[in-house]
């Protein structure tokens, strides 16, 4: 335990630092893991189809306590339920992203294609 505030300090989970060699070849097999995954995008300022920027991660997993774990894990069920309950509730959307679809192009992007689903309807196909 800290002696700040009684906070309690997690362990690491591997030792650091790592040697440099090893080092390089971790931070090489994650930046392809992070292209493969999806974790990687094109400058809107600097656009070049040849370079990425990668979304940022972290390299080695950080401890958490169990407690605040658990306490997500049984917030999750209610969370879902609340982003269900909005993406449902057309009139909610429209009055609350009104003033920010006149401002914001990706968020007007992400309103059209929700009014266009609406148009056509709910569909999902379970294979």
Known sequence: MSSEANTPVLPNCIRLPLPE??????????????IMHGAAMRSKTAFSPDSLNFAPFVLVPSSFPRKEFEKAVALQPIINRLMHNVAHDEEFITTTLAETIKVDEFTA?????YRKVLAHGFTQICT
Request: glycine share 0%; aromatic share 10%; charged share 30%.
């Open 21 to 34: 060699d090893e080092l390089m070849e971790v931070v090489a097999k994650a930046k392809d893991y992070a």
């Open 109 to 113: 992007n992400l309103f059209n294609i």
